[in-house]
């Protein structure tokens, strides 16, 4: 049985930062976050390899965001710098059991079978 549990989620003005974790319990191997922008459908932000391997980000994060696994206290974070409103989201932690974790799995939160309840992110400007 696999739990996920983020935070660090809050309210902050544009170029401001948040740092978001994701505690896991269960076996863990290929780990993302997704977002949820008001209104819009869920899209992918970052993914991570099992064993904090190689990084895959989305174009609209990239040199902003970066992601990160701690293996010892089974946890992943999101370091999310120069904020800017559009990145007002939920932002939710997956994980899929499968090792193969290819880039464009950004694009198909469908095949993620674990997620978090979500925590959530305002950018004001």
């Known amino acids: 049985q696999v739990h996920l549990v983020e935070s660090g989620g809050g309210s902050v003005q544009a170029g401001g930062s948040l740092r978001l974790s994701c505690a896991a319990s269960?076996?863990?191997?290929?780990m993302g976050w997704f977002r949820q922008p008001p209104g819009k459908e869920r899209e992918g932000v970052a993914l991570?390899?099992?064993?904090?391997?190689?990084?895959y980000y989305a174009d609209s994060v990239k040199g902003r965001f970066t992601i990160s696994q701690d293996n010892a206290k089974n946890t992943l974070y999101l370091q999310m710098d120069s904020l800017k409103p559009e990145d007002t989201a939920m932002y939710y932690c997956?994980?899929?059991?499968?090792?193969?974790?290819?880039?464009?799995?950004?694009?198909?939160?469908?095949?993620?079978?674990?997620w978090g309840q979500g925590t959530e992110v305002t950018v004001s400007s």
């Open positions: 997956a994980t899929r059991s499968s090792t193969w974790c290819p880039g464009d799995y950004l694009h198909r939160p469908y095949v993620f079978g674990y």
């Open positions: 269960g076996y863990t191997a290929c």
């Open positions: 991570i390899l099992p064993g904090g391997g190689n990084t």
